[in-house]
T-cell receptor, first 113, second 112 residues
Framework: AQTVTQSQPEMSVQEAETVTLSCTYDTSENNYYLFWYKQPPSRQMILVIRQEAYKQQNATENRFSVNFQKAAKSFSLKISDSQLGDTAMYFCAFYGTASKLTFGTGTRLQVTL | DTAVSQTPKYLVTQMGNDKSIKCEQNLGHDTMYWYKQDSKKFLKIMFSYNNKELIINETVPNRFSPKSPDKAHLNLHINSLELGDSAVYFC???????????FGQGTRLTVV
C-alpha cells in the first residue's frame, strides 16, 4: 500500500517570503500522480498543483511550484511571495492504480505580517 | 452552480441515531467518493462508486452504507451513530475514475 509522509506538522512564514513544504511517499508503481491540496479554515479542499510521475518537468502554477524527485520519492511544494490568504492546511496526496487519493497528515501553514 | 454539493453542512445528533448525508454533482462525472477527515485532520477514503457500482470499500464499519441512485448522487447513511463517528465527511467526484477529484464543501458531523 502507498504511504504519504509530511514531516512538518506546522510551519510559519512571513508575508512575501518563500516557504517549502516537504512530502515523501512510498510506492512500487511507476505511473502515478501527485497532488498538493489546500484546506483553508472554510474547510473546502482546493487543488493547488498536480504532477504526473512520467513528466520530468516540475509543475508550476503561478506562485506555486513543486520539486519532484522520482528516484527519491520526494514531492515538495514551494510557495513564493507568500500571502495571508495562503494560510491553510496543505495536504500532499498520491493517486495510483488503486484509483483513490492517499493523503499525508498535512502541514499547517501560517503566513504572518 | 456549485459543482459538488453536500447537505447538510453541519449535523449534530445524539448517539444511537441514524442519519444521512447527501451529495450531488453537476459535473457529468461518473465516479464519486466519500472521504472522512478525523479530528486530527487526517483524510482517508471510505467508498468509491463508478457508474453506480461500488468500486472501493475500505475497512469501514457496516453501520456506514453508501447508496448511489444515479451517477450524479452518492448518499451516505450511518446507523447507530457513535461518538467516534464525529468527523468531517467529504464527497468528491471525478470523470471515469479520473485523477482529478473535485470536492464538496464537507459535512461536519458531531455526535453527542
Amino acid at each position: 500500500a502507498q504511504t504519504v509522509t509530511q514531516s512538518q506538522p506546522e510551519m510559519s512564514v512571513q508575508e512575501a517570503e518563500t516557504v517549502t513544504l516537504s512530502c515523501t511517499y512510498d510506492t512500487s508503481e511507476n505511473n502515478y500522480y501527485l497532488f498538493w491540496y489546500k484546506q483553508p479554515p472554510s474547510r473546502q479542499m482546493i487543488l493547488v498543483i498536480r504532477q504526473e510521475a512520467y513528466k520530468q518537468q516540475n509543475a508550476t502554477e503561478n506562485r506555486f511550484s513543486v520539486n519532484f524527485q522520482k528516484a527519491a520519492k520526494s514531492f515538495s511544494l514551494k510557495i513564493s511571495d507568500s500571502q495571508l490568504g495562503d494560510t491553510a492546511m496543505y495536504f500532499c496526496a498520491f493517486y495510483g492504480t488503486a484509483s483513490k487519493l492517499t493523503f499525508g497528515t498535512g502541514t499547517r501553514l501560517q503566513v504572518t505580517l | 452552480d456549485t459543482a459538488v454539493s453536500q447537505t447538510p453542512k453541519y449535523l449534530v445528533t445524539q448517539m444511537g441515531n441514524d442519519k444521512s448525508i447527501k451529495c450531488e454533482q453537476n459535473l457529468g462525472h461518473d465516479t464519486m467518493y466519500w472521504y472522512k477527515q478525523d479530528s486530527k485532520k487526517f483524510l482517508k477514503i471510505m467508498f468509491s462508486y463508478n457508474n453506480k457500482e461500488l468500486i472501493i470499500n475500505e475497512t469501514v464499519p457496516n453501520r456506514f452504507s453508501p447508496k448511489s441512485p444515479d451517477k450524479a448522487h452518492l448518499n451516505l447513511h450511518i446507523n447507530s451513530l457513535e461518538l467516534g463517528d464525529s468527523a468531517v465527511y467529504f464527497c468528491a467526484s471525478s470523470h471515469n475514475r479520473g485523477v482529478e477529484a473535485f470536492f464538496g464543501q464537507g459535512t461536519r458531523l458531531t455526535v453527542v
